[in-house]
């Protein structure tokens, strides 16, 4: 196991996210691409403390990352559950109000 | 008398003339401020006029027996006793005798105050006694200079060493025109309550203007006219005080625009603006020429004040105009350098030469002093209407009747006698014979006109301009006294003429014109009586050979009129010129002619119109008693002629020296002046019989003439009209001078004034409007250039921005999944570009 096979596993995770974000019509799927996403960078952070000289500090960020990807899944959740409110679907295709 | 007598004395007299001075304007402000809440019915402005100008009086008259009772009267009578020794053998009037006249006339004054009721019997009685006292001791002489009370009231300007201010001048003549003209004007103020009362409406008919919707309509204006009767009286009390000559010419203005008002004060007629507007034009004239005499005395002189005064506490005493010009012995002190012009050397009042700061002694060149005279007395042609500056006056005829009694007889056309009177020691011999020859032409010109006239207030008015100037030819030919003796008296008979004429006028329903009258003493006889005895008075009858207690039985224009020309007689026998003389006398004669003419005309005779006569009455009483009042003064202020109290009043006010007469000095001679002897008064007493005789002669023939034409009418006026067709169209044109001033002054100045339209209109315009033009063209192109260009620029940029946003904003599409699609390309793109361009990397 090397930088390289870890790389390829985030790569592999961020694309699958990006597909997911792009694809799904369920606000929650594209919340769960997002999510892929995130988890993406933070194998990448934790692969490039482990092996190279970045040391702790990866870690530290991978730490933030995650904390961050909680306060954004919870108000992504929110923004869902009011979306569903007023439209009665969390399909985010009806959801283009603010096209120009 | 100790000085501090004397100053408490001068107080007294600055106080009491100061109060009737300022009366009138305190009313004036009142009733012009007051006039609009007091309503148009009222009459209370007028009260309050009359209250002021009567106070104004009795302050006076209050003042005139102060003067006289603080041991003046002694000054007067010391002044006829020396006068009397000087002449023992012209004069065969005893000292005892001229007492027992004053006496007389003192009675004589105090009769007639309790007849109205004015309450200054114990002044009057006082003053009798003080004149009998004094008279005992004759020798009392005062100094002449104690006799004027000088002083300041206020300093409203200090350039250098010249003062502009307020001052005050009082001797014995501004306390009898202070008394003259604050009586004359109680008497005109009552006669105007009666003859303006149809003024006391909301909605007065004017006759004379007829507008689009017949006769003009508007509210009455009685208040007005009172306001302006008294801030002219107050005008004209202002300019007799007056200290100095720049306060003269102040107040002079002032009296010179109170006539404007009230000449025009039925302003909607066009013949009454444009009366107003001539007759302060023609002022304006002769203004100028006492403009350019006051620049030559402030430049030369360097002061305005006629008496000495006293400057700072050091008592250093700043000598005035008539110290410097005649010192103490009241001659004109000549230095005749070896070449150059005659000078004239100006003296303070011990008669030494004053000096300046170098000690070099302080000079007029003689031919200034002439032009500073003249000058002047061009002021004064203009404000008493002499000739050639004579013709505002009859038009000034268009304002009401009591205006023109006011006005134009007694008062502002005095103004002009007055200052020439005041003036006097600053005259040259060569000015006052301008001055004689200025009245001699005046007075002959207009007794002609007047005897012509038809308008009964015309008749009155060139008769005015005629006795103005008999009042010129008697100051200029060194009568002092017996020119402002003629102001006197003539204000007096003059202004109760005026006034019965107005009666007349108010009785006729304002008809004017004497043919439309006739017989009118059964309708009126108050206003015909009292007007008779004008009509006597100016014309200078009396009975002769008959005497009533030493004096001849006379009304005052007799006195007044012998004494002025007694002074032409003698003048013209010391000096040649005979014409001075020759021409009063046949002046004497047309006045008695064209004043009866006025009278037999009027009132007597048959009726001519009988509608004016059926409609005519007797006015009421407030018009009647002020005439009756005006008659008793008009037959007795002179009596006693030149020994009565009021010539001696004017002559305790002469000009230093005057008395004695005066020869062409040698240094006048040597200078190549003008060879003039002035008479002394002995002279003018011996020549005073023979020139009243013939006086009396012709007046008394003037009268039989007038009697022949129009009263008995012997002869028919209408047939000599005929005859003599020229003369009297002529007269009638009154020597065709409004057609002369109109040929010389007013076509020429319509001709240049049409240049000068025609140049604006043409040139001037023209100009103006290329100009605006050239304006217009430049901001059409300036709109232009902002609408199409920098409009343009900014439109352009706005729209183009604004297609760019809208065709940008396809790409916002609203769809979470293509920004996704975006993001994740857009990334792609970023790696591909860093790949290309860092390959290295």
Redesign the interface.
């Known amino acids: 196991m090397d930088l390289n096979c870890s790389l390829f596993v985030g790569a592999v995770l961020f694309v699958a996210g990006?597909v997911c974000?792009?694809?799904?019509?369920n606000g929650i799927g594209?919340l769960m691409g997002v999510e892929l996403v995130l988890n993406a960078a933070n194998l990448n952070f934790v692969a490039f403390a482990n092996y190279t000289r970045l040391g702790l500090d990866g870690q530290v960020f991978s730490l933030f990352v995650i904390v961050l990807a909680a306060a954004e899944a919870a108000v992504a959740l929110a923004i869902a559950l009011s979306f569903y409110n007023n439209h009665l679907t969390i399909d985010?295709?009806k959801?283009?109000?603010?096209?120009? | 008398m100790d000085p501090t007598t004397l100053q408490s004395t001068g107080e007294t007299l600055k106080w009491l003339l100061t109060i009737a001075w300022l009366l009138p304007l305190f009313g004036f402000v009142v009733e012009i401020f007051g006039g609009w809440w007091g309503g148009r019915h009222s009459k209370s402005a007028a009260y309050l006029a009359v209250a002021c100008i009567v106070t104004g009086f009795i302050c006076s008259f209050s003042a005139l027996i102060t003067w006289g009772c603080s041991n003046h009267w002694a000054a007067l009578q010391g002044h006829g006793d020396s006068h009397a020794t000087e002449s023992h053998d012209a004069n065969s009037t005893e000292p005892s005798h001229q007492v027992d006249a004053h006496g007389e006339h003192a009675k004589d004054e105090h009769a007639k105050t309790d007849k109205h009721g004015h309450g200054e019997t114990a002044h009057s009685e006082s003053s009798d006694a003080e004149g009998h006292d004094t008279a005992a001791h004759p020798a009392a002489e005062i100094p002449r200079s104690q006799l004027i009370y000088t002083g300041l009231f206020y300093r409203l300007a200090r350039f250098g060493s010249l003062d502009i201010s307020l001052s005050y001048y009082i001797d014995s003549l501004t306390l009898v025109m202070f008394t003259m003209v604050t009586f004359i004007a109680s008497c005109i103020h009552l006669f105007a309550i009666g003859y303006m009362a149809d003024e006391l409406t909301d909605n007065y008919e004017d006759h004379q203007v007829h507008t689009s919707h017949g006769h003009l309509h508007r509210p009455g204006r009685f208040y007005r006219f009172f306001a302006f009767l008294s801030l002219f009286s107050f005008s004209m009390l202002g300019l007799v005080l007056a200290g100095n000559i720049f306060q003269v010419f102040i107040f002079w203005e002032l009296v010179g625009v109170c006539s404007y008002f009230l000449i025009g004060f039925y302003t909607e007629r066009q013949s009454a603006s444009n009366a107003a507007n001539k007759a302060f034009i023609m002022n304006r004239v002769g203004d100028f020429g006492f403009l350019i005499g006051l620049m030559i005395i402030w430049t030369w002189f360097g002061t305005f004040q006629f008496g000495d005064v006293a400057v700072g506490k050091g008592g250093s005493v700043q000598p005035g105009l008539f110290s410097m010009a005649r010192g103490s012995d009241g001659q004109l002190r000549l230095h005749i350098p070896e070449s150059g012009v005659t000078e004239v050397v100006f003296k303070n009042k011990d008669n030494h030469i004053e000096t300046d700061g170098n000690g070099e002694q302080r000079t007029i060149p003689y031919y200034l002093l002439i032009a500073a005279g003249l000058g002047v007395f061009g002021g004064c042609i203009g404000k008493s209407a002499q000739f050639p500056l004579q013709t505002w006056l009859p038009d000034a005829m268009e304002g009401p009747t009591p205006v023109s009694a006011l006005v134009h007889s007694a008062t502002m056309v005095a103004a002009g006698v007055y200052l020439v009177g005041r003036f006097y020691p600053m005259f040259t011999p060569e000015v006052l014979l301008a001055i004689a020859y200025t009245g001699c032409i005046t007075l002959f010109l207009a007794a002609t006109i007047a005897v012509v006239a038809t308008d009964i207030k015309k008749v009155l008015a060139y008769s005015t301009i005629s006795q103005l100037g008999y009042m010129m030819l008697g100051l200029g030919l060194g009568g002092w006294a017996a020119g402002l003796f003629h102001l006197i008296t003539h204000a007096f008979f003059k202004s109760l003429m005026f006034l019965a004429s107005g009666s007349v006028i108010h009785g006729c329903h304002h008809v004017q014109e004497m043919p439309q009258m006739g017989g009118l003493r059964r309708k009126m006889p108050f206003t015909a009586y009292t007007m008779l005895i004008g009509v006597i008075a100016i014309s200078g009858l009396a009975v002769p050979y008959w005497t009533l207690w030493g004096e001849p039985i006379a009304f005052s224009g007799y006195h007044s009129k012998d004494a002025v020309v007694a002074t032409a007689l003698t003048f013209s026998k010391l000096n040649g010129h005979p014409l001075v003389f020759f021409i009063p006398l046949c002046g004497a004669g047309i006045t008695a002619f064209y004043m009866f003419r006025l009278w037999f005309y009027t009132f007597a005779g048959k009726p001519r119109d009988h509608h004016v006569y059926d409609h005519a009455h007797e006015s009421p009483w407030i018009i009647v008693l002020p005439l009756c009042v005006l008659s008793i003064f008009a037959m007795f202020c002179a009596f006693g002629g030149e020994n009565g109290i009021l010539y001696k009043l004017l002559l305790a006010s002469e000009p230093i020296a005057l008395a004695n007469g005066s020869v062409p000095t040698a240094d006048q001679v040597t200078a190549g002046l003008m060879n003039i002897s002035l008479s002394s008064h002995e002279q003018i007493h011996a020549n005073h019989a023979q020139a009243g005789l013939l006086a009396l002669v012709v007046a008394f023939s003037g009268a039989f003439a007038a009697y022949v034409c129009y009263g008995a009418r012997w002869i028919n006026t209408s047939e000599i009209k005929v005859q003599f067709a020229g003369l009297p169209r002529f007269l009638v044109n009154m020597w065709g001078f409004d057609e002369l001033y109109d040929i010389m002054f007013v076509r020429p100045s319509h001709v240049v004034a049409g240049w000068c339209s025609a140049f604006d209109r043409k040139v001037f315009d023209g100009f103006l409007h290329g100009c605006a033009n050239a304006a217009l063209k430049v901001s059409a192109w300036d709109r232009q250039f902002d609408e199409t260009i920098v409009d343009g620029a900014v439109n352009a940029v706005g729209n183009w921005t604004n297609s760019l946003g809208r065709s940008l904003s396809v790409v916002q599409t609203g769809r979470m999944r293509n920004y996704v699609m975006f993001i994740a390309v857009g990334l792609l793109g970023v790696f591909a570009a860093l790949i290309a361009f860092f390959p290295s990397t």
């Open positions: 990006v974000m792009a694809t799904k019509r594209v985010v295709d959801a283009n109000q603010l096209q120009g």
